[in-house]
């Protein structure tokens, strides 16, 4: 084994990357640059380094051995949708779907914010590859920081550090992210993404989305605009590998917006009623598709980590997450018992004393982990941790699956007529808002395959690109939609969800292998309530069927306000799209 003192040092592997560093170190003037190697001993001086200044705090070691609280601004707590960028020359190509600035005009306005912003700081350099480090799927890219709770993030979300940069320098390119926290002045914050530059700009925030800038920034919005003009698709998805109880496996891909339960789905307990199936995570937020040499569609997750929603997160919603954050975690938000233990709003277990703001837990100041609060840990410290997940050709891909939160009108599943109509039924996706983005929750909007707050481009290319993908596929997954959050009439939640949600995706396995029988409605197929296995599940036959229902009159509407919202991109809405709007019209009468 090579001695790390004998290795080239970092900043003489990849000119490009030097020369960027410089000019950013000149414009930001830190007190000193650390580049990132990536070792588990950089790791823990950063760890050590931030709980020596306070920005860390060490829980009970006893019961979360390695694990640590990191607390944001209050003002600094999830995405800022508003403050979101996507700056292309032409105005069109971001489309309606995104703010946009002219992209001299987004680089004065970061010139100056960054000028000096560094001062007394130091700079990191963190090389990154986002997916396998050999795969051909994978690509780079370099964040440049003032954070080091940032850099730890990074570190566990991705592949960081020194096999990254030797990429880079054998291929030449990478996506250049630079980033400061800031004064984190809510009036002073901005993420710009420039996706003809492969370049993004973010200034005053130290949350997830907004810093770990190749996360949303790069594997989504950057990572959307480039797979469409190389011929592949960057998603807002998880991949989750099921193995029957006939010891088939099947990988499908299933794009929820944020915080509506990809985490849960990705990691699934099957219900004690379905023994014999097995359920491995291969990526619980991202997924990077490419059409395979056999014609079928291959994913890979680009992310090495998990940044996931922590209130909820139970022994009963998930015990492989609950399992997995027992250690090796950072939470940022949450709340903390008397004896210094995590704490979140269905813990189940102990009470909170202190809030996530640090405050004595007092209920009148509401939850006390910040709704949106977040683990960061390892994908390896996950139990049902795919192997697969390392593959450099990725898994492939038997069913696409969209889902809004919605408590009336899309039934609990429906299957897309075909590939075309499976575009129609993403780019429909509606949903209610949640708390992993600033502003109001609980507002139904569109949010196309997830994607609303994520593609780097204009909508109406982006379904012309999916209507392309299809045609590139000779065995194209199926496409479905679900919705675990219909509600009754009394308001609550029809379908118990979580793991008895396997019932929903065996029905799904069997559609694809040609062993479940369906029925045609004016949407797709939907499953009788006899295709359906629920063994084992109480549920009543009103609560069934009202899941299973498809009201034309509703659906009349929505088909009207799904064309309303197309009728937005203009000219740029594809024909393709309009002909599957008729013809779901046209099936409603
Ligand atoms: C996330 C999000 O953090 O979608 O994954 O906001
Ligand atoms: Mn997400």
Redesign the pocket.
Known sequence: MISPSTLPPLPTLSKAVAEWATSVRELTTPDAIHWVEGSDAEHQSFIDQLQSNGELQKLNEAHYPNCFLARSHPSDVA?VEHLTFVCTTNRDDAGPNNNWMPPAEAYAKMQELFKGCMKGRTLYVVPYCMGPIDSLYSRCGVEITDSAYVVINMMLMTRAGRPALERIAREGNFVRGLHSIGELDPNRRFIMHFPEELSIQSFGSGY??NALLGK?CHALRIASYQARHEGWLAE?MLIVGLTSPAGETHYVVAAFP??CGKTNLAMLIPPDSMPGWTVTTVGD?IAWLHPGPDGRLYAINPEAGY?GVVPGTNAKTNRNAFKMIQRDTLFTNVALTADNRPWWEGLETGKPVIDWQGRPYDPANGPAAQPNSRFTVSAKRNPRYASEADSPSGVPISAIIFGGRRRGVAPLVYEARDWNHGVLVGASVASETTA??IGQAGVLRRDPMAMKPFAGYNFGDYWAHWFAMGQRLKDPPKIYHVNWFRRGADGKLLWPGFGDNLRVLEWILKRCTSKAAAQESHIGHLPRPADLNLQGLSIAQPALDELLSVRPEEWRTEAADIGKFFEQFGARTPAALWAEVKALQKRLG
């Open positions: 995405r997830g989305g949303k807002h944020s915080a937020d940044f992993a983005a």
